[in-house]
């Protein structure tokens, strides 16, 4: 499992506790419960995750490509450099997740996403990417969202309502108040 873009199977995760260099490919995982794993620099690509949870895991260096991902929950989950891409990311709770009061820049990324619905309230996020993004009724407040780029991005009904938004890029984002 650990040569670099090896396939795995979902239901390998039962047998390993973490992965390094391996692409998941189509995996199918809809309303299911992962705990506990580990994922340094893997690719998600094309994968059905959607309702699923994913509980006290850590994804470092990771791209989620081409993936559904709707009503995930990343419960105590930590996310380093970790990047979405073409995803539909809608309805997850960013706040159930593992976050540092401290870090310098956004260890997650969303490019070309839908993240519609999605909660990121009161988290600190500096520098977090949204670019051309559907973020439709998402609540960012209370969040410090210094320097982060929305541009492109399509914010329809969301709500910034006391967020930090210092330096942040709206460039062609369209819909926000």
Known sequence: MDSPNSQAKMNDFQSQSDYSNV???KVKLE???VNGKEF??????HCALRESTFRDCKFN????QDCDLGL???DQSLFSET???RCKVMGVNWTLATWSRFQSASPIHFTECVVDFSAFIGLTLRSI???KCSAKEVEFSDADLSFADFSGTDLAKSRFQ????TRANFVNATNYS
């Open 129 to 131: 990417t949204f670019q």
């Open 23 to 25: 692409t998941f490919t």
């Open 31 to 33: 309303a299911g419960r």
């Open 40 to 45: 340094y620099d893997c690719v998600f690509d």
């Open 162 to 165: 006391q967020t930090n938004l």
């Open 61 to 64: 260096d990771c791209i989620f």
């Open 72 to 74: 995930v929950r990343f």
């Open 83 to 85: 990047r979405f891409e």
